[in-house]
Structure formats: structure tokens, C-alpha cells
T-cell receptor
Framework: AQSVTQLGSHVSVSEGALVLLRCNYS??????LFWYVQYPNQGLQLLLK??????LVKGINGFEAEFKKSETSFHLTKPSAHMSDAAEYFC????????????FGAGTILRVKS | ETGVTQTPRHLVMGMTNKKSLKCEQH?????MYWYKQSAKKPLELMFV???????ENNSVPSRFSPECPNSSHLFLHLHTLQPEDSALYLC???????????FGEGSRLTVL
């Protein structure tokens, strides 16, 4: 069965600093990988996804992630953090024939300091 | 109008009550999902409906009963819940391809 591990339940960065949120997955089939963001009292919003093709994926709000098969990783980065990036971030891997049932990591809460 | 709409946003109920959560999607998707989000736990997939047929039930207690009358609407009927069922219940929809899920804003349920 697929699984996702997010390293660090809390990450704190200064405004303008690099954001790096780590995600490792296990999957018995070629994975589809996703990052979601959740702001307080809201649902999850899709940031970006990897299905096939280019391993560096760009998403909304300046985020990007790189699929590294050899490391079974899909880390999320942003060159310069903004106060509005403070939220909880979830990595997910798909399972099922159509890749539409997601298994989520435990989440990482990003804090941005001014 | 958001793509996936959930009502009510907040619900407080006693253990003997019967209530329902409603989800409506306006994206033309053909699969819908219920997830449970509890504090300090990963999101748990509860039910999956594809083309209006239930294709997944992840060992969810029978006090939760889903209903999908058409591809745009999904309900979660609740009865004789327990306090540990208090959580955020998230509805999502997708197409039958790896495009990812689109979530509603959730229904915050408190069971007293």
C-alpha cells in the first residue's frame, strides 16, 4: 500500500527565506504525487501535482516540487517565503487504478516570521 | 460560486440526533469522496463514489451512511454518533484520471 511521510510537523522560516517542506513516499506502482495547502477553517487547495513527464513541477503561489524517483521524494520549495504562505501543507500519493484516491501525509505547519 | 460546496459549515449534535452533511460539486466531475480530518491525525478516506456507485468503504462504522443520488450531490447521514466522531468532514470531487481532488471547505462537526 502507498504511504507518505512528511518530515517535520512544524517548519518555521523568516519572511524572504527559502521554504523547504519534505515529503517521502512509498508506492508499488509509478506514483502520482500532490501537494495541498490548507488555511485555517478552510478545505484543501491543490498547489501542484506530478503525474508523468517533467520531474520539476511548478504550482501556484510560486511553489514548485521535484519528483526524485531514486530518493522516493517529492519535496516542496519556494525561493522566498511570504507571510501569506503560513498554512498547513499536505503531501499525498495516489492509489487506485485511476490515481484518484489519495493517501495523505500527516501535514506540515509552516510558520513565517517577520 | 465555489467548485465544491459543503453545508452546513458547522454542526453541533447530541449522540442521539440524526443529521446530514451535504456536498455539491459544480465542476462536472464524476467521482466524489468523503474524508475525515481529526486533530493530529492524517486525513482518512471514508467513502468513494464513482459514477454514483460506491466503490470504496474504508471500514467506516455504520453510524455513517453515505448517499450519492447523482454525480453532483453527495450526502453523509449521521446517527448515534460518538464524541470521537467530532472532526472536520471534507468532501472532494475528481474526474476518473489523476488530476487530483478538489475539496470543499469542510463541515466542522462537534458531537456532545
Amino acid at each position: 500500500a502507498q504511504s507518505v511521510t512528511q518530515l517535520g510537523s512544524h517548519v518555521s522560516v523568516s519572511e524572504g527565506a527559502l521554504v523547504l517542506l519534505r515529503c517521502n513516499y512509498s508506492s508499488s506502482v509509478p506514483p502520482y504525487l500532490f501537494w495541498y495547502v490548507q488555511y485555517p477553517n478552510q478545505g484543501l487547495q491543490l498547489l501542484l501535482k506530478y503525474t508523468t513527464g517533467a520531474t520539476l513541477v511548478k504550482g501556484i503561489n510560486g511553489f514548485e516540487a521535484e519528483f526524485k524517483k531514486s530518493e522516493t521524494s517529492f519535496h516542496l520549495t519556494k525561493p522566498s517565503a511570504h507571510m501569506s504562505d503560513a498554512a498547513e501543507y499536505f503531501c499525498a500519493v495516489s492509489e487506485g487504478e485511476y490515481g484518484n484516491k489519495l493517501v495523505f501525509g500527516a501535514g506540515t505547519i509552516l510558520r513565517v516570521k517577520s | 460560486e465555489t467548485g465544491v460546496t459543503q453545508t452546513p459549515r458547522h454542526l453541533v449534535m447530541g449522540m442521539t440526533n440524526k443529521k446530514s452533511l451535504k456536498c455539491e460539486q459544480h465542476l462536472g466531475h464524476n467521482a466524489m469522496y468523503w474524508y475525515k480530518q481529526s486533530a493530529k491525525k492524517p486525513l482518512e478516506l471514508m467513502f468513494v463514489y464513482s459514477l454514483e456507485e460506491r466503490v470504496e468503504n474504508n471500514s467506516v462504522p455504520s453510524r455513517f451512511s453515505p448517499e450519492c443520488p447523482n454525480s453532483s450531490h453527495l450526502f453523509l447521514h449521521l446517527h448515534t454518533l460518538q464524541p470521537e466522531d467530532s472532526a472536520l468532514y471534507l468532501c472532494a470531487s475528481s474526474q476518473e484520471r489523476p488530476a487530483g481532488l478538489f475539496f470543499g471547505e469542510g463541515s466542522r462537526l462537534t458531537v456532545l
